[in-house]
């Protein structure tokens, strides 16, 4: 038995795809993957055609998958988040079938329970051996934990990995093992690691998005569950990074040692459980290479699947023992909806990610965000697209005060207590209504349904329709 | 949603299981395993009868399960290994349908593609969190790697944790994510880690012992594979232990490094990895407490499933990456055939364990035994029962010089050019025969096939029948 294969070309063979077969791939190299883009041109080259993609997320790094989408190698597509050129082509020309945007959680549950049933996944493998032990910790793409392949591997009918960095037999430690690899195939390079800080930053320092960090901060602080045992997550954007800084320096002040922090990790987290903070990281994904290099020499720095980390169901997830979560959004309405989906120019902008699975989970789900973006008004009475369900958001914390859920009186009674600035999620509308400086004309959908907004039980939140007018900057070949 | 219930017949009616279902149980702590009787007290006291029981192994600590047998409670027994009182009851008693003897890897691919269809798993969890991240390395029965039931909680339809070691979440690291177990359930002790000791042993110093070690050293040696990257295998029993020590100078003595060492890991491979001999131990399960802690603190000394270990199929295993194995035996015959099933006496003595997955995947099988043991022949003309068939079996060496499978004919080429002892295998069945002092009245068979030696792919091996006359020892209640 040999599952080395000396090309791409060869691997697709062996993985027996089909036309209308549905593809994975994962995205730990976010911007810097390599391995999508060369893998849908073998696809193409083979004269594979309708093909379903199912990448845990998709970049600006894959704007080629536009090509295959308007040749008909690509029929549909279902990722947890999309955002670059491939989502204008989607809101143009559409799919064939509507994209469906999922969550990572979604994603994880639909594949485990057969929903989405996946022919080849294509494992972008930082190292590897000759039968397929797998390893995200090594090489010079390591890109830390291999969260989402993890569970792709265990269903998926076949197995490929795609690495730049063969080690000799046995690749110790594996994330993935050659008990779930049919195919290993030696590339050039599978991208560059450096990629994986795209669109995470550094914690921020405008003064009012500081203090809007320290509010949501303050918010978790008089919650009551700042106490031992205390589990966060935060994204990796500048409000969320200031905010785990002062999470941070509030747990120090109380001598509160938390459970764990989970999701992407950042070197903030890194920080946060050297200085003993938290007694664990569970980490789906590493957002920076200091994430990766904390993963690879600290064994309470656990890699979790995606499944473990946010997959609805009765066996729980790590999502569900979270505390407290920070999250931004583009839109937030008076339900507080939340809108990281869809932009005001009806643009794509990325999706769910752990965004609605986090929210669900946590017993705390704190949006953070200035009233008012790009001159456009960031509270609004409907936001363009749900991509997280207004039930499942605590409070949302602006540069104008604090709009606490009106389902969560106990919250708001103690936020009062401790004299943080409370206000209503109305006043809040209505001043970043008054603020605003653009009403977009483009926001006019047109009756075309070419993206589903999905829960992460599977039910169509929102329907997404394509402009009526195809945004600038839109490919030329509109054509459906 | 909570997975923690307050007993043994909670979690029973919780898992749903019904009359004819199947339980799983692991054999970690071995000998010192307390909870698969305490599982099937509860599943007796709940009313269950007709039960399928799948253990990856039973040991004499298990005899209790004889009453459940002669009761009705259990009808059908699949496992890779039986030693015991509960051996004696299925020879003289039978079960309602023939136990059936896998191996390792065989049990572990017929859990995978479905053939043993597994609606409870019982985890024996030397540590757990109140949700089911599970670990083997915490807890006062510590006992190590988890490789058997890895396996079975990927597919088990219900999962139940039982462990005698609550500590906070998140369990860190686990060896078994909550995201596959559904219940759990806090007892006063799962067991006795020091029972993971039993049968296993320090290295042999009989003289003629210590000859074959060093004979089986000198043929893999000659072999061609002591080279760098060589892989190895062997048992706890006294004549590996010596054979792996004889192995080790032979390798520190040529400079040659190793790439792994696998199985069950004991000690002895602990200080092989830590004088730098093989780059890393890849371990099913751990024999001995060295071995235990040695995985809890080197992360070369990795934990494998049981499918990544033995089990047969296109992704291979690690039995298929071996050089060199040295095994057991109870009878060898003329074709080489291995018997590590059935006692001269007409007694389960075992099974193969890992035997047939190790010889099949093995470059070099080596067998090392005595002519004669207690009086009865070793050599054979034929086996009593095939467990381990003998064209996967390369040589055997006893202290009357080393028999070639004439399959072989390099092997005996570099052996003889080396000027190793050969000798025919019909050489040895003859001074075997000529030495034996005890010709078994108990060997003749009945009609009734109570035992099934099954190969890991699966096929019937042999049929093991009843004894004309039960042996001495058999309980009273003979009746079938």
Redesign the interface.
Known sequence: ?T?RVTSLAAAIERAGLRDGGTVSFHHHLRNGDGVLNMVMDALEAAGLRALRLAPSSLFPVHAPLSRHIANGTVSAIETAFLAGPVGQSVMAAGLAEPLRLTTHGGRAAAIRDGHLRIDAAFIAAPAADE??NIAGTLGPNACGTLGYPMVDV?HAAHVVAVTDHLV???C???AI??????TVVVVDSIGDARGILSGTTRPATDPADRAIAAQAAALIAVSGRLVD?FSFQTGAGAISLAAAGAVAEAMAARDVTG??AAGGITGAHVGMLEARLF??L?DVQCFDLEAAASHARN??H?A??A??YA?PG?????V??LDAVILGAAEIDRDFNVNVTLGTDRRLIGGSGGHADTAAGAGLAIVTTRLVARGFAKFVDRVACITTPGATIDAVVSEAGIAINPARPELAERARAAGLPLVGIDDLIARAGAAATVVSEATRASDTTVALSLARTGEILDRIRAPRHAPRGAPSSTSA
């Open positions: 038995m599952k039968v397929g265990r000799p037999y046995p110790v430690p594996p093992g050659a008990e779930d690899v049919d045992g459970s764990f007694r664990a569970l064994p309470c656990r979790i699947s499944a473990a997959a009765p066996r729980g997830a790590v569900d023992r």
